[in-house]
């Protein structure tokens, strides 16, 4: 069992940047983010993996990093040239098991934070 807690959202302009944080109760080696946007499918953001191997969403790639503490309890989702499109509900995942390949799969993914909002306007 892995509880997870994610912090850092808020309200933003287009273009604007910000941080999000997930803590973890215990170790854990793969943490991900997802996102729910109103009327929308949870998607899958970002992973960060094994031996620091990491996987993006198309739609964020080159906005988004994802990063994770030496201690293996901490991921961060660092978002910049934040578009109202990734106005969302922005939920920290674990899985299990960590693949040797990142994936974004939803239903791999067991434990979830409470989520934290993301708003982006024009």
């Known amino acids: 069992e892995v509880y997870l807690a994610e912090s850092g959202g808020g309200s933003v302009q287009s273009g604007g940047s910000l941080r999000l944080s997930c803590a973890a109760s215990?170790?854990?080696?793969?943490m991900a983010w997802f996102r729910q946007a109103p009327g929308k499918e949870r998607e899958g953001v970002a992973i960060?993996?094994?031996?620091?191997?990491?996987l993006y969403a198309d739609s964020v790639k080159g906005r988004f990093t994802i990063s994770q503490d030496k201690n293996k309890r901490t991921a961060l989702l660092e978002m910049t040239n934040l578009k109202p499109e990734d106005t969302a509900m922005y939920y920290c995942?674990?899985?299990?098991?960590?693949?040797?390949?990142?994936?974004?799969?939803?239903?791999?993914?067991?434990?979830w934070g409470q989520g934290t909002q993301v708003t982006v306007s024009s």
């Open positions: 960060i993996g094994l031996r620091g191997a990491t």
């Open positions: 215990r170790i854990t080696y793969c």
């Open positions: 995942a674990a899985r299990e098991s960590c693949p040797a390949i990142p994936d974004l799969t939803l239903e791999m993914h067991k434990y």
